[in-house]
């Protein structure tokens, strides 16, 4: 039962550098999205997909990349990293746009830019 | 904008102390209401989904509650099990797609043997 699956755990960059979260699922989820989590601020959009081939911006977009492949898969991609996206990432998917549908959670990236 | 507030932002229980939770919301046409709790290091775990006022869900120890303005999560004679953060959710329409939550900062609940 894996459930939302994220790689790596923690991850160290230096500024400038670009690097890929990976998420993955095993439940046929047709939506997935991204979340940032920081410190008083609570869980915050990045992007989300609705299928796969399609994907839009959440509310913090700016300096992430995401392409939906497959169903299962559903990468986010730091471009230039910042210091400023130092912040820890969860990955999530639900089974439909049903507001009913529970949505799952990964154990979380914790990423650090220095 | 959706905006959804949670307080207190940090609470202190002596084991079997009771209290509540609050999570108050403003949205256009709420469609859901999420609870989750998360434990340090752990992404965030389903607990309930309410969908209109007057309803209720339980499990275990926590209740949760909602009505037209707010939700609240009760903790009854909690255990040092039941510490961990509370996140609150909502899903409004406009939200183009599901997966788009609006998330509330989170009450941190500590229970003390």
């Known amino acids: 039962n894996a459930g939302v699956t994220q790689t790596p755990k923690f991850q160290v960059l230096k500024t400038g550098q670009s690097m890929t979260l990976q998420c993955a699922q095993d439940?046929?989820?047709?939506?997935m999205s991204w979340y940032r989590q920081d410190p008083g601020m609570g869980l915050r959009l990045i992007h989300y997909s609705v299928g796969a081939g399609i994907t839009d911006q959440g509310e913090v977009p700016n300096g992430y990349n995401v392409s939906r492949s497959t169903t299962e898969d559903f990468p986010l991609r730091l471009l230039s990293a910042a210091p400023s996206q130092t912040s820890v990432y969860f990955c999530?998917?639900?089974?439909?746009?049903?507001?009913?549908?529970?949505?799952?959670f990964g154990e979380g990236s914790w990423l650090t830019v220095v | 904008e959706d905006q959804v507030t949670q307080s207190p932002e940090a609470l202190r229980l002596q084991e079997g102390e009771s209290s509540s939770l609050n999570c108050s919301y403003t949205v256009s046409g709420l469609r859901g209401l999420f609870w989750y709790r998360q434990d340090p290091g752990k992404g965030p775990e389903f607990l309930f989904t309410?969908?209109?006022a007057g309803e209720e869900k339980e499990k275990e120890r926590l209740k949760a509650t909602l009505t037209k303005k707010e939700s609240f999560l009760h903790i009854t004679a909690p255990k040092p099990e039941d510490s961990a953060t509370y996140l609150c959710a909502v899903y409004a329409p406009g939200e183009a797609a599901g997966n788009k939550l609006t998330f509330g900062g989170g009450t941190r609940v500590l229970v003390k043997p």
């Open positions: 999530a998917s639900s089974y439909s746009q049903n507001s009913g549908n529970t949505i799952y």
């Open positions: 439940m046929n989820h047709e939506y």
């Open positions: 309410l969908y209109s």
